[in-house]
């Protein structure tokens, strides 16, 4: 099938950067469809880390085509910004070439970041844990129907008139907030010239997508996030304000959701960043020597991510949401020396029992869990799944199994190469 989507299973910062970029290789587009530069994508290379936010992980491939879809809030100053780190690094990166953005995607000012800080600081002990980018507003604002496209920088007038509305509208409670009004004859110049930089990228991106689908082309949808931060379906309120899961994949390209199958990643444990509830999480020194083991510090901010044990009823949830039709499992060589536990259902606070996923209560479902035997050996350069250690071939067997997903690939390293396909 030439449309593979690929989608966070739980959390976000499953690897999916890692995968991408190891699928990239036989791929024509790749499409960034939500979320905006609050994502971070790491990808190992031979020349050294790098960390992507906004620009999908296929622009190290220089055949690849990368999109950034209709579905993505777009600051364009932080894009200006990726655009000439990479150009740095060596990296070929031609607007209207290799690197094309939806007229359609929305664009996010500077207001939206200061609206973001300062809603936050408003939930005081009820923060979600936003990484403070004005994404939240952005989406909005989309909503609200106030909202600015990247199409607009090119139109003087109608950018005009789109400012003076979304102008009117923000500073009817940003004076009395104590917010700074918007200053619209500045915004207006900055975006105009922003405009004039991205230019030659500018283009109806979904009928690009359409045609390139029509064709035949093999087209991969990188998702941002994850399936449980998703705004529908991810564990309210604590989520992002987009649609992490495989629905975003289709409202946020214009391609249809025919033909197109999805693979869901998820790490070998599990982590979340920010605020929220997570069941399996480890408060322990356990939970500390898998966040120093697997180097889980966030990408995009520094966070240290909050570890836990891999969870079978939040995967099995998220992969019924997204219809994964199967796993790549990532990190499963940081659980070295580690003991190895799978929850496999919820007690609930009245005493009962659930193998499904509560819209209400997570922070207060206790889990249940199965004990398997741990490994001692390095993966790192294990290439094949029979080379590796009978119990590390028994957890993965063990998590398809309370799934239902098959795990056809297996991470054991940070790089390209260290994959294992069964
Ligand atoms: P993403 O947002 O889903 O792309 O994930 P991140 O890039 O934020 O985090 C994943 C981190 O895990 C990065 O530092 C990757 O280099 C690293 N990584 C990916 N796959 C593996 C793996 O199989 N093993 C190890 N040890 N690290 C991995």
Redesign the pocket.
């Known amino acids: 099938m030439p449309t593979t989507c690929v989608v ?1 299973i739980l959390w ?7 995968v991408i970029d190891y699928l990239a290789t036989e791929t024509d587009f790749v499409v960034r469809f939500g979320g905006g530069h609050n ?4 990808l ?1 290379l031979p020349t050294g880390k790098l960390v992507l936010h906004l620009i999908p992980s296929g622009i190290v491939h220089p055949h690849t085509v990368n999109v950034i879809g209709n579905g993505v809030v777009v600051d364009p100053i932080h894009l200006c910004g990726e655009i000439d780190k990479l150009q740095k690094r060596g990296l070929d990166v031609r607007l209207g070439q290799n690197l094309l953005l939806s007229e359609r995607a929305h664009v996010i000012v500077e207001a939206h970041r200061r609206q973001d800080q300062w809603t936050e600081a408003q939930r005081g002990s009820g923060k979600i844990g936003t990484t403070g980018r004005g994404i939240g507003p952005a989406y909005a604002d989309r909503c609200a129907r106030i909202g600015l496209r990247l199409g607009d920088l090119l139109r003087p007038e109608l950018l005009q008139r789109a400012l003076a509305a979304f102008a009117a509208q923000k500073n009817a409670w940003f004076e009395p907030a104590g917010l700074a009004p918007v200053d619209v004859a500045a915004l207006g110049q900055e975006l105009a010239a922003a405009g004039d930089k991205l230019r030659a990228g500018i283009v109806d991106a979904g009928a690009v997508l359409r045609r390139a689908h029509a064709a035949g082309k093999r087209i991969l949808l990188e998702g941002a996030q994850g399936c449980l931060l998703d705004l529908e379906h991810g564990t309210y309120p604590f989520v992002t304000s987009s649609h992490a899961s495989t629905g975003g994949a289709f409202s946020g390209t214009g391609l249809p959701p025919h033909a197109m199958r999805t693979v869901g ?1 998820a790490k070998a444990y599990a982590t979340r960043v920010g605020e929220g509830p997570f069941p399996t999480e480890l408060k322990d020194d356990l939970g500390d020597k898998l966040r120093i083991a ?2 889980e510090f ?2 995009t901010t520094g966070r240290p991510r909050r570890c836990g044990w891999f969870d079978t009823v939040a995967v099995r949830y998220s992969g019924a949401v997204s219809g994964a039709s199967e796993l790549v499992l ?5 659980l070295r020396g580690f003991p190895l536990k799978l929850c496999v259902g919820y007690r609930l606070p009245d005493g009962g029992r659930t193998s499904e996923l509560p819209a209400f209560d997570l922070d207060r479902v206790t889990p249940e869990f199965v004990e398997l035997p741990g490994f001692g050996e390095d993966l790192r350069e294990v290439r094949r799944f029979d080379a590796l250690p009978a119990n590390a071939q028994r957890y993965v067997q063990a998590i398809e199994q309370h799934t239902g997903l098959p795990i056809r690939t297996v ?4 790089e390209r190469q ?1 994959v294992i396909l069964r």
Not at 39 to 42: S, Y
Not at 330 to 334: F, G, R
Request: glycine share 28%; charged share 20%; aromatic share 0%.
């Open positions: 966070g976000g910062d499953e690897g999916k950067g890692k994502a971070g994508h790491t190992v990643i697997g180097n966030g990408s990532t990190n499963l060589d940081v991470s054991v390293g940070p260290q």
